[in-house]
């Protein structure tokens, strides 16, 4: 096989993007150009025109928040109509082509989630021939196994644009599944659980050694760990609200760095009991400055996650009924 003919296969998340190639017969995550092995699926317009990606953009979006596009796969294929009746926020501003799809506006320029995507793909497409030492043109892609036609072409789009020939579409349970099932020679039905940054999916899947059947498959495409940040920020806020008389979500900036420090407790939270929040001036009343401080426990966020458990649990539900199965017959 010539250089030209290397497959990669690329996670392209809604929080992070991950670049593969085989080598042998084993599979080799590439680093980026930062020598980082996943890459954020950030993209920043500077204010000199330049557009940076992944882990540079991503530090900048508290201070440039409406020139810096994350989440923009939960902006593939919607409709700008759905977004505002679902009320979704986002620190960017949007707009609507012809069709009334969603388009990202950065500088008066409107850019689709699809040449967004595109960037972060480039920046994925690079690291690999950098890599490999040589041109790469085809991949394998995974999707949410949900996603519609709507969807799954915008992902074909920006392939497209960033100069790479999808061989295929993997649905990202599937993916899980064949991972999994590496070396396995056995027959099991499992079920693929995916909680990811912006996504949820479930599949149930028959795996008898190197073959794979897919029983069912259900999610929420509006359903992740950003959900989760965003309901540790409504914590806080509403808090401040009552207290302060001010809605820290009405800033962007102030937003953003509620957003970056909830992730960051969410995460300690799977380690820790508590952790503290501690944001010095976070915002100003009459001219004073006012800061946040609290400590969040892991009993709190474990309350603030049951109803978003229970949404995947029905999802669970759904699938079993979907292939008319119990949960003992899993695993």
Known sequence: ???????????????????????????????????????PSVVA???GGEVVVGEIA?????????????????????????????????????????????????????????????LILDKLKAAAEEYVGGPVG???????????DVQRQATLEAARIAGLEVLRLINEPTAAAMAYGLDRNREEIVAIYDFGGGTFDISILDIDGKTFEVLATTGDSKLGGHDLDMALVDLVADEFLETESIDLRD?????????????????????????????????????????????????????????????????????????????????
């Open 1 to 39: 096989m010539s250089a030209g003919e290397r497959i990669i296969g690329i996670d392209l998340g809604t929080t992070n993007s991950v670049v593969a190639i085989i080598e042998g017969e084993e599979p080799r995550i590439i680093p980026n150009a930062e020598g980082n092995p996943k890459t």
């Open 45 to 47: 317009f500077m204010e």
């Open 58 to 118: 991503r530090r900048q979006s508290a201070t440039q928040p409406k020139r810096t596009i994350s989440s923009v796969k939960r902006l593939l294929g919607q409709l700008k109509e759905e977004l505002d009746e679902a009320g979704d926020l986002y620190p960017f501003e949007l707009g609507e082509n012809e069709d009334g799809q969603a388009t990202i506006i950065v500088g008066g320029k409107a850019y689709s989630p699809g040449q967004i995507s595109a």
């Open 138 to 148: 085809k991949a394998i892609i995974t999707v949410p196994a949900y996603f519609d």
């Open 251 to 331: 800033d962007f900036l102030t937003l953003r760095r509620l957003k970056d420090e909830m992730e960051r407790i969410k995460c300690e939270l799977s380690t820790s009991n508590s952790s503290a929040l501690n944001l010095p001036f976070i915002t100003y009343s009459d001219g004073n400055p006012l800061h946040l401080e609290r400590t969040i426990t892991r009993e709190e966020f474990e309350d603030i996650l049951e109803p978003f458990v229970e949404d995947t649990l029905r999802c669970c539900s759904k699938g079993l009924r979907e292939c008319g199965l119990k949960k003992s017959r899993i695993g």
